[in-house]
């Protein structure tokens, strides 16, 4: 009988460690998110093809840089002027693809899907803005980085995909490779947060 190989999630190794920093400092926790279905969407944004796939997605795809558009499973997240990361917690990722392909393919457009190319964190609580300062070289004060923004940034030295989904909860999309590193720095940075 052949061997088996089961899926398990790269944050796997960490998530005592990150449930027990919750408890540890009042205003910060960090999850490990379950895994969903994500497409990278290319098309032009002057043609009619960000109509038609507003109406399969039922949301607009943003177009202003930097935002992100909620949807009832997921998210419609501007990556760059002809490039969206579509993501949806309830659809397969082949199916997301299947399903976008035949709108943007009429629009000379492309879908890729991408699902396994990121994992995601999800930072809560009052000390969560503040936790990821200490590595981020954005301004992420409320005022100036509010919900519906995101961007592509650097935690420590890790590349991620942040999003501000409240005042005081953000998600970061990080490569799976790097996503051990990215838990390990966030552990590292709350050693601030802790009574000496």
């Given at each position: 009988?052949?061997?088996?190989?089961?899926?398990?999630?790269?944050?796997?190794?960490?998530?005592?460690?990150?449930?027990?920093?919750?408890?540890?400092?009042?205003?910060?926790?960090?999850?490990?998110?379950?895994?969903?279905?994500?497409?990278?969407?290319?098309?032009?944004?002057?043609?009619?093809?960000?109509?038609?796939?507003?109406?399969?997605?039922?949301?607009?795809?943003?177009?202003?840089?930097?935002?992100?558009?909620?949807?009832?499973?997921?998210?419609?997240?501007?990556?760059?002027?002809?490039?969206?990361?579509?993501?949806?917690?309830?659809?397969?990722?082949?199916?997301?693809?299947?399903?976008?392909?035949?709108?943007?393919?009429?629009?000379?457009?492309?879908?890729?899907?991408?699902?396994?190319?990121?994992?995601?964190?999800?930072?809560?609580?009052?000390?969560?803005?503040?936790?990821?300062?200490?590595?981020?070289?954005?301004?992420?004060?409320?005022?100036?980085?509010?919900?519906?923004?995101?961007?592509?940034?650097?935690v420590g030295q890790a590349?991620?995909?942040?999003?501000?989904?409240?005042?005081?909860?953000?998600?970061?999309?990080?490569?799976?490779s790097f996503a051990g590193?990215?838990?390990?720095?966030?552990?590292?940075?709350?050693?601030?947060?802790?009574a000496p």
């Amino acid at each position: 009988m052949a061997d088996v190989l089961y899926r398990t999630h790269p944050l796997t190794a960490w998530q005592p460690a990150l449930d027990a920093l919750g408890d540890e400092i009042a205003g910060c926790t960090v999850d490990a998110e379950n895994p969903v279905a994500a497409v990278d969407v290319r098309v032009d944004p002057d043609g009619c093809g960000l109509a038609a796939l507003g109406r399969v997605l039922g949301a607009a795809l943003p177009t202003e840089p930097n935002t992100w558009t909620p949807t009832g499973q997921g998210q419609l997240v501007w990556l760059g002027p002809d490039e969206w990361l579509v993501t949806d917690a309830n659809a397969l990722p082949h199916e997301l693809e299947e399903d976008l392909s035949w709108v943007v393919s009429a629009y000379d457009g492309a879908v890729v899907d991408v699902s396994a190319q990121r994992t995601s964190l999800r930072l809560r609580g009052a000390k969560a803005r503040e936790l990821l300062s200490f590595g981020c070289s954005l301004d992420l004060r409320p005022a100036k980085f509010p919900a519906g923004a995101c961007a592509q940034t650097a935690v420590g030295q890790a590349g991620v995909l942040l999003l501000a989904l409240g005042k005081d909860d953000l998600r970061l999309f990080v490569r799976p490779s790097f996503a051990g590193y990215l838990a390990e720095w966030l552990l590292d940075a709350a050693e601030e947060f802790r009574a000496p």
